[in-house]
């Protein structure tokens, strides 16, 4: 198997590796297009941007500046919003369910790096996916990590890390992501 193969299945690969290189720089190309075009020119999503990704529903928007690794990997329903700075680590599949919104500066990590300082070395990750449910709230500064899932309607509080799945309807804030205890 090749790299690429190997991080499609969800197995251990070596990210330092020509193929998966050329992906990345194509991304980094229409990251940059996206970003420096005037928004005017550039819609809700640039021409480059939308043909990188998996699929985007209708009444998409990304505000610049944005960020991907790979968008090859990201899945958009209908309706969803990124706010600036967005950052996806896409090693792995990111969906994103209808109306979801994310504030300024959330950060969507794929991407679990070798534990092993010499593994790690070597370049070895896996790729975890992150899926995303309906009509979720993630707030600004919101770290989503590698595996995790969200249900439809949850709500991520501002500068949470998500670690753990979130349930359908749940609100969960902190450092770890914890459940809002209600009064």
Same mark, same amino acid.
């Given at each position: 198997m090749?790299?690429?193969e190997k991080m499609q299945a969800g197995e251990w690969y070596c990210c330092l590796d020509p193929e998966l290189d050329?992906?990345?720089?194509?991304?980094?190309r229409a990251v940059h297009a996206h970003n420096i075009c005037p928004p005017d020119t550039r819609g809700a999503i640039a021409p480059e941007l939308?043909?990188?990704?998996?699929?985007? %529903?209708?009444d998409c928007f990304i505000e610049a500046p944005f960020h991907c690794a790979y968008g090859v990997n990201i899945l958009l329903g209908q309706r969803v919003y990124f706010n600036a700075g967005c950052v996806v680590l896409d090693t792995a599949p990111v969906q994103v369910g209808d109306g979801t919104m994310f504030g300024p500066h959330v950060q969507i990590y794929c991407a679990q790096h070798a534990k092993d300082p010499v593994e790690r070395a070597q370049g070895l990750e896996i790729g975890l996916p992150v899926t995303i449910?309906?009509?979720?709230?993630? %707030?600004g500064g919101a770290i989503l990590m590698p595996?995790?899932?969200?249900?439809?309607n949850a709500t991520i509080g501002a500068g949470s890390v998500v670690t753990k799945d979130v349930a359908a309807e749940e609100t969960v804030v902190g450092n770890p992501a914890r459940p809002l205890s209600r009064p």
């Amino acid at each position: 198997m090749t790299e690429r193969e190997k991080m499609q299945a969800g197995e251990w690969y070596c990210c330092l590796d020509p193929e998966l290189d050329a992906l990345r720089i194509q991304a980094r190309r229409a990251v940059h297009a996206h970003n420096i075009c005037p928004p005017d020119t550039r819609g809700a999503i640039a021409p480059e941007l939308q043909v990188l990704f998996a699929g985007i %529903g209708s009444d998409c928007f990304i505000e610049a500046p944005f960020h991907c690794a790979y968008g090859v990997n990201i899945l958009l329903g209908q309706r969803v919003y990124f706010n600036a700075g967005c950052v996806v680590l896409d090693t792995a599949p990111v969906q994103v369910g209808d109306g979801t919104m994310f504030g300024p500066h959330v950060q969507i990590y794929c991407a679990q790096h070798a534990k092993d300082p010499v593994e790690r070395a070597q370049g070895l990750e896996i790729g975890l996916p992150v899926t995303i449910g309906r009509n979720v709230w993630v %707030g600004g500064g919101a770290i989503l990590m590698p595996g995790i899932a969200i249900g439809d309607n949850a709500t991520i509080g501002a500068g949470s890390v998500v670690t753990k799945d979130v349930a359908a309807e749940e609100t969960v804030v902190g450092n770890p992501a914890r459940p809002l205890s209600r009064p």
